[in-house]
């Protein structure tokens, strides 16, 4: 699909503004890090309908910012507002300020993921851009893996304000890392002001792109089934399987191996191609979705454990393979407005992936039915709308086409 082209009477976006020259001050894996720890700060915080809330909303303001100011300028704000949130949580004395904490914290850590996605995609193009996000999100994962334990060790010698605390150090620690973040917005990308209709236009840009859209509803409806995993996997475990004390190893030996499997798609990519393993790994999963989902149906919704733990580390390894590559198919054709397009992008994931998720937590009955059913069904949408973004041909496209 061809790269979107600005309108000729949109001074906003595509004007060249002068400003300072592309100096990359961290390098490669120092840029890696930084930037997947800026991701994790949304992972510290719990599932909770305010959070995300306020983190779909948020993303829609740093786009636009990161577009005219600078991508290092918009991160700042978005660290500056999650230290703020984390510490108005931390000292909240009532549920109800508690829940407009979570609303600001949200705000805040919108700020990273938006701003990471555009840092991302002004740097890297096709393959390398599929590797480049599969390295940012496995040190990413890492986050589920060491959470739960430090947070049950931080509440076992210590208030649960403490565990808020901590976010706000995070925060403050990484924000002064961020410092050696390079500035990646190239000069002719950046914005000469901030207005509300050439904003819109870039978006409705956004909102008209077949290749983009479809393949963001397919990430949406992908992450409703891994967001009900996330919410739902302490109670699985605990309840269904009778296994709470080893929770936090199970479910980080899960997360582990999610990681391992995003970085071996960094090197798979670069071999085989995005568009080929993104549409090999949505049939796959589809494919172990519908195994999984017999699976459940056969057994009641109660199979043995071990089977629970093959199936559901399967999927979340396809899970690992599909984000970073349908991020870079759907990002792909936004050079111009990389900064709006991760806003647009990162936005409608987060709330379609919240609200999908959410469908499947209130269908919990005990068992594993609600959550395979939902894997099931979530991947047939998700391949037909690719199957929509390809015109009903998998492999036969080119790779995503870079402008």
């Known amino acids: 699909m061809a790269p979107v082209a600005l309108p000729p009477d949109a001074p906003a976006y595509g004007a060249v503004m002068r400003g300072p020259s592309y100096r990359p001050t961290a390098g490669p894996r120092e840029l890696t890090w930084l930037l997947a720890l800026s991701m994790a700060l949304t992972e510290v915080t719990a599932l909770v309908t305010?959070?995300?809330?306020?983190?779909?909303?948020?993303?829609?303001?740093?786009?636009?910012?990161?577009?005219?100011?600078?991508?290092?300028?918009?991160?700042?704000?978005?660290?500056?507002?999650?230290?703020?949130?984390?510490?108005?949580?931390?000292?909240?004395?009532?549920?109800?300020?508690?829940?407009?904490?979570?609303?600001?914290?949200?705000?805040?850590?919108?700020?990273?993921?938006?701003?990471?996605?555009?840092?991302?995609?002004?740097?890297?193009?096709?393959?390398?851009?599929?590797?480049?996000?599969?390295s940012i999100m496995a040190v990413f994962i890492l986050v589920p893996i060491v959470a739960p334990a430090f947070g049950s060790g931080i509440v076992a010698?210590?208030?649960?304000?403490?565990?808020?605390?901590?976010?706000v150090l995070a925060a403050v620690a990484i924000g002064l890392w961020a410092v050696r973040l390079p500035e990646t917005l190239?000069?002719?990308?950046?914005?000469?002001?901030?207005a509300l209709a050439p904003v819109l236009r870039s978006a409705r840009l956004v909102l008209t792109n077949r290749q983009t859209v479809s393949y963001l509803f397919a990430m949406?409806?992908?992450?409703?089934?891994f967001t009900s995993y996330l919410g739902s996997s302490e109670i699985i475990i605990s309840d269904t399987f009778g296994r709470a004390s080893a929770f936090p190893l199970i479910f980080g030996g899960l997360a582990a191996a999610m990681g391992i499997a995003m970085l071996a798609n960094g090197r798979v990519v670069m071999r085989i191609g995005t568009i080929r393993l993104a549409h090999s790994a949505l049939l796959v999963y589809v494919a172990?979705?519908?195994?999984?989902?017999?699976?459940?149906?056969?057994?009641?919704?109660?199979?043995?454990?071990?089977?629970?733990?093959?199936?559901?580390?399967?999927?979340?390894?396809?899970?690992?393979?599909?984000?970073?590559?349908?991020?870079?198919?759907?990002?792909?054709?936004?050079?111009?407005?990389?900064?709006?397009?991760?806003?647009?992008?990162?936005?409608?994931?987060?709330?379609?992936?919240?609200?999908?998720?959410?469908?499947?937590?209130?269908?919990?009955?005990?068992?594993?039915r609600p959550l395979a059913y939902g894997f099931l069904v979530y991947g047939l949408v998700a391949l037909a709308l690719v199957l929509v973004a390809e015109r009903g041909r998998l492999f036969a496209c080119a790779e995503p086409a870079m402008h």
């Open 50 to 134: 305010t959070y995300f809330l306020g983190l779909a909303i948020g993303q829609l303001a740093y786009g636009p910012l990161a577009d005219r100011f600078g991508r290092r300028t918009a991160m700042n704000v978005g660290y500056a507002v999650y230290a703020a949130g984390a510490l108005f949580a931390t000292l909240s004395p009532t549920l109800g300020l508690v829940l407009v904490s979570r609303f600001i914290w949200g705000l805040g850590a919108a700020g990273p993921r938006v701003v990471t996605l555009a840092v991302v995609r002004d740097q890297f193009e096709g393959q390398r851009m599929s590797r480049a996000m599969s």
């Open 157 to 167: 010698v210590a208030s649960w304000r403490w565990v808020f605390g901590v976010c």
């Open 186 to 194: 190239r000069p002719e990308h950046r914005i000469e002001r901030l």
């Open 220 to 225: 949406a409806f992908l992450f409703g089934g």
């Open 288 to 368: 172990l979705a519908a195994a999984y989902a017999g699976l459940a149906a056969a057994t009641d919704g109660k199979p043995p454990f071990w089977l629970f733990l093959v199936g559901t580390g399967a999927l979340l390894c396809c899970h690992a393979l599909l984000i970073p590559n349908l991020n870079t198919i759907a990002m792909a054709p936004m050079a111009a407005i990389a900064g709006v397009a991760s806003s647009v992008v990162g936005a409608l994931e987060t709330a379609g992936a919240a609200l999908l998720g959410r469908v499947l937590d209130q269908a919990f009955d005990g068992t594993i």
